[in-house]
Nanobody
Framework: QVLLVESGGGLVQAGGSLTLSCAAS????????MGWFRQAPGKEREFVASISRTGGITLYADSVKGRFTVSRDNDKNTVQLQMNILKPEDTAVYYCAAGRTARDLTNTWSPNYWGQGTQVTVSS
């Protein structure tokens, strides 16, 4: 079992920045690829970004490429999502997830574990 707890969400104006963090506990963190997903009201959950076990591979949804950066610290068992140039359409609940590989985690069906989510609201 892996327990994932997100933090760092909040309200920000368009063009601003936020950093989400996810703390993991339980099984060996470095055994898992990690991903970020989001779900806006009335929409399906979607992939945002993922990172491989060592951090050597990062993948992004086209909608966030160039604005968001995913990173991890295997010594601290944490994964971060730095979000810059935020847009109102980035408003959603953001979820941290653990799975096999960064590539697998581009699919919403693939994670083995999910966090509870943190709300991000971007005002125009």
């Amino acid at each position: 079992q892996v327990l994932l707890v997100e933090s760092g969400g909040g309200l920000v104006q368009a063009g601003g920045s936020l950093t989400l963090s996810c703390a993991a506990s339980g099984r060996t963190f470095s055994n898992y690829g990690m991903g970020w997903f989001r779900q806006a009201p009335g929409k399906e959950r979607e992939f945002v970004a993922s990172i491989s076990r060592t951090g050597g591979i990062t993948l992004y949804a086209d909608s966030v490429k160039g604005r968001f950066t995913v990173s991890r610290d295997n010594d601290k068992n944490t994964v971060q999502l730095q979000m810059n140039i935020l847009k109102p359409e980035d408003t959603a609940v953001y979820y941290c997830a653990a799975g096999r590989t960064a590539r697998d985690l581009t699919n919403t069906w693939s994670p083995n574990y999910w966090g509870q989510g943190t709300q991000v609201t971007v005002s125009s």
